[in-house]
């Protein structure tokens, strides 16, 4: 991976990514080897050209098909211009047809965000934004997976997927986060018991997964919780529910993602195409074991 960083308001013109969408790779009912593919990363196409692609006939003559009635789409008949996706049963003359198409392999972002930073493009009071250190994209728009609050830095991932944003953030899949707190004081058995066992907070809930001992000096003690879900500052919230001050907050880790311990503040590095497939559970392009993808170096 290779890191790089924006300027918070940068003059003239600046280097940017090339690259704005990654791989594709074939999206039919099931990858090589039996495997089946998310249809969810799929991209809908539209009717004429994927049939085309199949060996059916020419653009012109689907078009022509769909115009006699030959062509339907979920039982219904197809219409020019219409697009159709992995889900959709496309039949030409009542024969159900195996479409193939592409999965385009989502941008995923490791950001180490620095404390004083906010996550949210809208700030009435003029903060400095997560967003302005990000490379830009010809389309689409970064999305945040998850949030970090204002005084807490770490591990804040970007996607330029919406769907692969939803699948790291749902609830439902429970994934898990990890944080080094620093605390004025230090946790007893009791307390510890009671954060892994749960604590009932104003929103429901809470416990740690696990809590670590991490050392420290004088009044600072260091610990390492997990945690499976992300509500706004639950972490400071269940340690302060027992009266206890977390003097710093820092997320090292969101899934399977460890942020390196080479990333510096304020820089951000892009995963590699295969990192993001197994990330999002699709399959591998060849070309991705061969390379990697690049990313802006632009400096503050």
Request: charged share 30%; aromatic share 4%.
């Amino acid at each position: 991976m290779s890191t790089s960083r924006t300027p918070r308001r940068p003059k003239g013109p600046q280097k940017t990514s090339t690259r704005t969408d990654g791989p594709t790779v074939g999206a039919g009912r099931r990858a090589r080897g039996g495997r089946k593919l998310p249809a969810e990363f799929a991209e809908s196409e539209r009717l004429h050209k994927i049939l085309a692609q199949t060996g059916i006939a020419s653009r012109r003559e689907v078009e022509e098909m769909i115009v006699a009635g030959r062509i339907s789409v979920n039982g219904m008949p197809a219409g020019i211009g219409q697009k159709v996706g992995p889900t959709d049963k496309v039949r030409v003359n009542g024969k159900l047809v195996n479409l193939q198409f592409s999965i385009r392999v989502p941008r995923v972002l490791i950001y180490h965000k620095p404390e004083g930073e906010i996550v949210s493009r809208d700030d009435p009071d003029g903060r400095a934004c997560v967003f302005d250190r990000l490379p830009k994209l010809r389309r689409g728009r970064w999305i945040a997976v998850g949030r970090l609050d204002i005084n807490t830095s770490g591990l804040l991932l970007f996607t330029n997927d919406g769907t692969l944003a939803n699948r790291l953030m749902h609830p439902r899949y429970q994934i898990e986060r990890e944080y080094a707190a620093r605390l004025l004081g230090r946790l007893d058995d009791e307390q510890i018991e009671s954060l892994k066992q749960g604590i009932q907070l104003e929103d429901g809930p809470a416990r740690f997964n696990s809590i670590d001992d991490g050392g420290g000096e004088g009044v600072n003690h260091w610990y390492r919780v997990t945690i499976s879900e992300g509500r706004n500052r639950e972490v400071r919230r269940m340690f302060e529910a027992l009266g206890l001050t977390v003097s710093r907050l820092m997320r090292v880790r969101y899934g399977p993602v460890t942020m390196s311990p080479r990333l510096r503040r304020g820089y951000w590095e892009e995963m590699e195409v295969a990192e993001v497939c197994r990330l999002a559970g699709m399959p591998v392009p060849q070309d991705a074991v061969r390379g990697r993808r690049k990313s802006a170096r632009n400096r503050a």
